[in-house]
């Protein structure tokens, strides 16, 4: 089956050598050497923000070029601000807060106005003592969408590139990271003593401007993981705490997932994921398919080589969720709280307004993509309306469908036709999430019980209900 894009979709509806040597192909832009010795910190507190998409409004916000950008992708744009003002001051207020770390799509499309407003709108936490870290996501870097909109034209505006992300992120991460990849924007820091952060660069922008569009897949390409498995070694032998942040999934989130939208998990994720577990990183933070959803891989089956992949909903989408994390040092413990913004100083309803939102647009989408299949009649106005509520519940997470639902879903998947059958099948692999808790969940690296705990309390508590 040909993979379905998320933006087709919206539109039409080893790997390397094993050598411990540390001076082969690595930057150091500092050490972690530090004459004092101090002490290994024993937490961090640090949140989660993904997919911004901010927004300059002075690009334009109403004709019909514009409005034809939102239908063909929906995201809450023109509230893109002031969410993550919202967002940020949240964030002020959280106590004991070290750092922020942000896995991409930082702006629309990449316009270099944009990415000046997000960096303006997110220097209050800077200026407050919160470390804040970032890496490109698809939508960042060479972007021919990079566009101003006039009635029903639209004019290029300036996009930015690779060198450009990195000099103005300089203080998000690349002026002061402890390693930086020659040939990507992956860097390492050290947030606390003890603690790495590898901030990895998956997105594939080299050939935007002559593909005319970002591409939306990922990878990590052979040479950033034979520059990283020698760094994760000598983090092994100095006993650091060691988690990653990027912006495409380590793992399937759901079970259509690698058929229906391969382009928002890496290219050979499984391989590429069981790899980074081996080499030490068995722990990331996602974003690019705008969910909350944790998902974790059991690479033999026992227990003994995880992935979790902890993934954030877009700040532009519904739920507008960012996470609280608490981790524990020495105990390699996670205690993670999503958290979601539902109210705006320009709309105190706005909960409501969220989800309508995603609910009529994914309902529109649905209606296109499954009436290019031949789906028509009654029975469109039937799946397009379950399609779009299945998949804004799996963007909301901790999905509970009812029974109906389920009984419905079976009857689809169980039909004899052979199209009919794999809309059910696709369909019931988004709405059923056997894995772990989503919004709030506890992950330890060196166990796989205490994560897989949030999946016996949400199956006890639909036992009980």
Known sequence: MTPLTRRTFLKTLALTGTSLT???GLTACGSDDDDNNPPVASSLRFAVLSDLHVYDTSLG??????DSYLAADRKMLLQSREILESMVASLLAVEGLQMVIIPGDLTKDGERVCHELAIRLLQPLRDAG?????VPGNHDINNPHAVAFDGDSTTAVENISPDDFASLYGDFGYAGALYRHDNSLSYIVEPVTGVWLVALDSCKYDDNASLGSPETSGALSDDLLGWLQPLLAEAQSQGKRVFGMLHHGVVAHFASQPNFFAEYLLDDYETVGQLLSEYGLNLVFTGHFHAQDAALADYNGDGSLLMYD????????????WRLVDLSVAAGTYEIQSHFVDSLPSDSDF????????LEGMYSLYTSYLGNMGVSGDT???????????????????EAPDATTLAQLAALAGSSDAQTAMLGQALYALAVDPGLADNDLSVSQESSLAAMSGLWRRLLGRATA
Request: proline share 4%; with cysteine.
């Open 380 to 398: 469109l106005v039937q799946l397009a309306g379950l399609a779009a509520s299945l998949h804004v519940a799996h963007y909301q997470g901790d």
């Open 61 to 66: 916000s109403s004709g019909s070029a514009f």
């Open 22 to 24: 540390l001076g082969l």
């Open 130 to 134: 919160i470390a804040v870290y970032v």
């Open 310 to 321: 902890v993934e954030t909903g877009s700040c532009v989408t519904d739920p507008c969720p």
């Open 351 to 358: 909960a409501s307004y969220k989800t309508r939102f995603a």
